[in-house]
Nanobody, 115 residues
Framework: QVQLVESGGGLVQPGGSLRLSCAASGIIFDFYVLGWYRQAPGKQRDLVAAIIRDGTTNYVDSVKGRFTVSRDGAKNALYLQMNNLKPEDTAVYYC?????????WGQGTQVTVSS
């Protein structure tokens, strides 16, 4: 079983930065995808950034050049560095892991971008 716990969310002014962390317990080294999703009020949960097993990273167009996804295999952790934040980035951010045996989600962390 895999458990994911996000941290690092909060309130930030437009143009500011936050770094989200996702700590994983359990086996994730055999992942297919590690990713971050977000869900704004009244909207569906959408992919923001992901790391594919071959090392490829993918980003939704709206965050390209501003967000960076990374992982630390030794710490069993996933990160999302978010720079130049905009009000439209406000959402609950979820950590996601896909393995051959299942998919796993964290509980989410709130990111609010407002002046």
């Amino acid at each position: 079983q895999v458990q994911l716990v996000e941290s690092g969310g909060g309130l930030v002014q437009p143009g500011g930065s936050l770094r989200l962390s996702c700590a994983a317990s359990g086996i994730i080294f055999d992942f297919y995808v590690l990713g971050w999703y977000r869900q704004a009020p009244g909207k569906q949960r959408d992919l923001v950034a992901a790391i594919i097993r071959d090392g490829t990273t993918n980003y939704v167009d709206s965050v390209k050049g501003r967000f960076t996804v990374s992982r630390d295999g030794a710490k069993n952790a996933l990160y999302l560095q978010m720079n130049n934040l905009k009000p439209e980035d406000t959402a609950v951010y979820y950590c996601y892991v896909k393995r051959s045996v299942g998919e796993y989600w964290g509980q989410g962390t709130q990111v609010t971008v407002s002046s």
